[in-house]
């Protein structure tokens, strides 16, 4: 891995439940690390590999070190843009990095 095409700063969060003023759950997210990562769009080479056909899920490829814990279940903000985790990948088995098959959201969906 070179570490100098980890020149973006990014935030995964997590969800998680917290209670408004009246007792309802509302769904937060919250800060899980903030690393360098490399962020971009991947070919439709790449997409395909990663499953088992090709996905219109995937809009963006992000990389970063290798850290345990991270889910598809968390999401990505980067600079307020928001990319859902779609799936993780540790491309060389060797615990280096991950890569991260990520869906770009607006806000409000």
Sequence with gaps: MQSGKLNRR????????T???FGSLLATWSDVTCTWASI?????????ALG?????Q???RIVIRYRDGITSAMRVNYRG???QIQAISDPD?????????CLERNEGE
Excluded: C, N, W
């Design 10 to 17: 990014i935030t995964i969060q997590s969800q998680t439940a």
């Design 58 to 60: 995937v809009t963006h």
């Design 52 to 56: 088992a056909g090709f996905t219109a």
């Design 19 to 21: 209670k408004d003023a």
């Design 81 to 83: 843009r928001i990319f």
């Design 40 to 48: 971009a769009a991947p070919t439709s080479k790449e997409v395909y």
């Design 93 to 101: 088995e060797d615990r280096v990095q991950l890569v991260l098959m």
